[in-house]
Nanobody, 128 residues
Framework: QGQLVESGGRLVQAGGSLRLSCADS????????MGWFRQTPEKERDFVAA????????WYADSVKGRFALSRDNAKNKVYLQMNDLKPGDTAVYYC?????????????????????WGKGTLVTVSS
């Protein structure tokens, strides 16, 4: 089974932008729904965004709606999270996740314990 590898996290000032990438090392998950979650030391892992296997549908947490955009390129086995107008409250470790399309609702409901496929995370720090 392939692995998910996140990249793109770094320190950025409030109001800035970042693009996170999630690479599917062996193209295992091109027919899976993909998503991003984030976690801080004080909070549980929270749903951020999800995308259907075809890329035709996306879902977002209310806290990021209008600022973040999720896309995928199945030919490159990659998922991208474009993050704009970043706020200090967006500071977290961001995790990429994969789930069968039939379990997309699980992902959107932030039931992260029921998701089996994760990357190791990438740290995003937003300074004020």
């Amino acid at each position: 089974q392939g692995q998910l590898v996140e990249s793109g996290g770094r320190l950025v000032q409030a109001g800035g932008s970042l693009r996170l990438s999630c690479a599917d090392s062996e193209g295992t998950f091109t027919t899976y729904a993909m998503g991003w979650f984030r976690q801080t030391p004080e909070k549980e892992r929270d749903f951020v965004a999800a995308i259907s296997w075809s890329g035709g549908s996306t879902w977002y947490a209310d806290s990021v709606k209008g600022r973040f955009a999720l896309s995928r390129d199945n030919a490159k086995n990659k998922v991208y999270l474009q993050m704009n107008d970043l706020k200090p409250g967006d500071t977290a470790v961001y995790y990429c996740a994969a789930a069968p399309q039939s379990r997309l609702a699980t992902m959107i409901a932030s039931r992260w314990r029921d998701i089996d496929v994760w990357g190791k995370g990438t740290l995003v720090t937003v300074s004020s």
